[in-house]
């Protein structure tokens, strides 16, 4: 059995203080190193995404100076900005693969992303014969919900465990977790990862 964990925008941006900041962001980065001291071990392949948008671009719309927090956003993760860097929580030691995604438009699937060679999420799971995707990271109710599903969509056995996320809005995080569940995949604490 191959397993991947995939983490899902755990930036500056995204954490308390960022300019996109969802509360429990620092806690949920401070976890999921904490996981990985202890699990990595067991992944084939650990993938992180950062979302990387373009500077001085609406980027197709995502930015807006009046966001409604749904569709269009405050500017966050531009590209090589501190907010667009990895959260200083997360340590990303055990991180095989990194993607970007979002130049210029919204992309909220891990699996929108490309690695600096160009591969995808896709690849990597063919390449290495992946059954199993774990999803953690940010935010729950966007980027988290969009690659868990998109995972499921892809054929594989998906699992999100729900201390290691965190969302924007309370009310559109348990709905997006109900869906996610719906779909197929697996809720659980990553205390009781087997
Ligand atoms: C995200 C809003 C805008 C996310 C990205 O990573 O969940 N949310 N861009
Ligand atoms: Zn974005």
């Known amino acids: 059995m191959s397993k991947a964990l995939f983490i899902v925008d755990v930036q500056n941006d995204f ?7 969802v509360e429990g962001g620092d806690a ?5 190193s904490r996981f990985l001291a202890a699990h990595a071990g067991e992944y084939e392949v650990i993938v992180a995404s950062r979302d990387w948008h373009d500077p001085e671009s609406d980027n197709g719309g995502h930015f807006a100076d009046a966001p409604d927090f749904v569709d269009t956003w405050p500017p966050h993760c531009v590209a090589g900005t501190a907010g667009a860097e990895y959260d200083d929580g997360f340590d990303t030691a055990a991180v095989t693969h990194h993607l970007k995604k979002g130049q210029g438009a919204p ?3 891990l699996f929108e992303g490309h690695a600096d ?8 799971l063919t390449a290495h014969g992946i059954l199993d995707i774990d999803v953690v990271g940010l935010a729950t109710d966007y980027c988290v919900r969009a690659s868990a599903l998109d995972a499921i969509a892809a054929g594989r056995h998906v699992r999100v465990f729900t201390d290691l996320v965190a969302g924007v809005h309370a009310a559109s995080s348990e709905r997006a977790l109900a869906e996610i569940a719906h779909a197929g995949a697996v809720l659980l604490s990553s205390e009781d990862a087997a």
Do not use: P
């Open 117 to 124: 060679d160009g591969s995808m999420a896709h690849d990597l």
């Open 107 to 109: 992309a909220y699937s």
């Open 15 to 21: 954490t308390e203080h960022g300019a996109l900041g």
């Open 28 to 32: 949920v980065a401070g976890r999921i």
